[in-house]
């Protein structure tokens, strides 16, 4: 059963109180356009303050690939445009362009 912003955001489970959500990102650059490839680039952002990731906090990926963050709870919330290149620069290297963003809401109340 999925869970709607509305549900997330109403009072909590014993009706006492609402709870305190906060957004945590995760941004991973994948080797091709599919979910299920390899990750070659990521980065973390934690609105809940319990963490403060920064660039090279890791040599390994937080997860293998885009499936395996939604199986760990991660929520898609946007995939790249797919853009065809320009004729004559298809083997151009200029940007990591399969970027997937991913968020969790964190309840972080007492």
Known sequence: M???TEQLFSAGPDGAGEQVLRQR??????ATSALDSSVVGWANYDGTGQTSPTTGDSDEPPYDT???????GWRL??????????????????FLKHEFL???LVNVAG
């Open 2 to 4: 999925s869970t709607t």
């Open 25 to 30: 990102v995760l941004v991973l650059y994948l």
């Open 66 to 72: 885009g499936v395996a963050a939604l199986r760990d």
């Open 77 to 94: 919330i946007q995939a790249s445009q797919l853009i065809p290149p320009y004729p004559g620069h298809e083997y151009d290297v200029s």
């Open 102 to 104: 991913f968020e969790k």
